[in-house]
């Protein structure tokens, strides 16, 4: 089959298309014939070297295809059948995967991290995380809502706890998961502040959703959230940009408000006051993709359109250099497909 390996680490040179063996299945897997493949910020943390795989890698978490293989225990998965991949895996044995907590197996992974991903014609994957796609869904956005509907869905509903009536900060609208996670509040109820760094990505936030728009490269924006709110702040900040607003992100919540983060896009380390930690009692809640159940709800709500993949642009597979760059351009708003 052909895939997109790299042998090394390094920036978008290391990305070769090639010519790969296909992957063989065990008894409880499927082989899926990949239709599309969403990229995210893991592919490239990844592809730099920053989380530690094996060489050589085919990376890509967001999968979309048809069933082409089953393995001989698997039950309920037809051949031919359209499937979104659930790109969580987890043990299923651990005592967190037996009480239904699997997003914090201890043997959890993520497809295309630890294992070879999309980036290829097919993949493989337990056929428990092979979803039937909801009808009516193109395999572009059948590819483009798996790990950031369900990772934000994680985050403000079970992590956060979002309430209706709450205000909630949304950074980076137009990235994948922050223009998932603005539709997701405004389902549940909140009033979204949301941030982005062009007059375009604010007005696609406002279609979205979101009630008031921050440009980030304009205006300090947790001065404008506290002008939004009349000095109050917001109860939740849905953080996964890294130290570049983690500070800011702190100074704009209300008391006893929360900040729940799931990534540091601009890097792993951030300072802030401790004193304003405890004296505002705020919490900061780590969280990290989602759980089987949780999965299930996202698929249904996109099923019945009540939370609707964004899709910005389609790459050929053999272009997957090109979409990263874009990616790392930040020009775009919402998810980056590759089609093989």
Known sequence: MKAVVFHQFGGLEVLRYEEVPKPKIGPQEVLVRVKACALNHLDIWVRQGRLGVSLPHITGSDVAG??????????GVALGQRVSINPAL???????????????CLRFNILGWQQDGGYAEYVKVPALNAVPTPDGLSDEEAAAFPLTFLTSWHMLITRARLKVGETVLVHAAGSGIGSVAVQIAKLAGARVIATAGSPEKLRKAKELGADEVINYNETDFSQEVLKLTRKRGVDVVFEHVGPATFEGSLKSLARGGRLVTCGATTGPIASFSISDLYLRQHSIIGSVMGTRKEFQEVVRLVGEGKLKPVIDSVFPLAEAAEAQRRMLERNHFGKLILKP
């Open 66 to 75: 048809e069933v082409a293989e089953v393995g001989s225990a698997v039950e």
């Open 90 to 104: 987890s043990c299923g044995r651990c005592e967190f995967c037996l009480a239904g907590e699997d997003s914090i």
